[in-house]
């Protein structure tokens, strides 16, 4: 296993949708296992592949964690998922994005959904959540479409996040040379 680096904004790969996954072979299964290691150490409780520069339908999960260790571990694989339901009801959660390190607002999404996926083995399977892993799930898949949280807030709060990490990133260069 080895940890990835995570890509941010402003870089372009993270606006590009990502193509459905053909094959689950063993460099698939050893990416999500790079993944997961990159989730784990960042910390997150998500990753979509393209947040390590691999433009493919691919998400992990584990809204349990490694910092809460009175609880059982949670890994989930979601191999092109869909989103298959979406309840009208809708809910609020303070989010935050490994590719927007240390920013984080309150976005509103649908409270429930439903979503179809293949698993690590190509079984295709469903799951149905609520809480924090209906918003972590959708905040992934938003991932694949090329979509950001940020996109969920006003065109203020956008524009002044990308602004920040744009000049940011700039800096970082012009030091670099
Ligand atoms: O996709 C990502 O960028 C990962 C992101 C997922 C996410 C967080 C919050 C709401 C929706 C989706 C993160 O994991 S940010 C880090 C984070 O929230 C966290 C880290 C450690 C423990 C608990 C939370
Ligand atoms: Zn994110």
Not at 61 to 68: F, I, S
Request: hydrophobic fraction near 40%; aromatic fraction near 6%; charge should be negative.
């Amino acid at each position: 296993m080895a940890k990835r680096e995570i890509i941010s904004i402003p870089d372009k790969r993270l606006r590009m949708p990502s193509a459905p996954v053909e094959r689950i072979d063993d460099d698939l299964r050893r990416l999500i296992d790079d993944m997961f290691e990159t989730m784990y150490a960042a910390p997150g409780i998500g990753l979509a592949a393209v947040q390590v520069g691999v433009p493919r339908r691919l998400i992990t999960l584990d809204v349990v964690g490694r910092e809460d260790e009175a609880r059982e571990p949670r890994p989930m694989v979601l191999v092109n998922p869909e989103l298959l339901w979406t309840s009208d009801e809708r809910a609020t959660y303070e989010e935050g994005c490994l590719s927007i390190p240390d920013y984080y607002a309150e976005v509103e999404r649908p409270a429930r959904v439903r979503v179809g996926y293949l698993d690590r083995e190509g079984r295709r399977q469903e799951v149905e959540a609520n809480g924090v892993l209906a918003v972590c799930l959708q905040h992934e898949i938003d991932h694949l479409e090329g979509r950001l949280f940020i996109d969920h807030l006003s065109k203020l709060k956008r524009d002044m996040v990308v602004k920040k990490f744009t000049k940011a990133a700039k800096q970082a260069r012009e030091k670099a040379m």
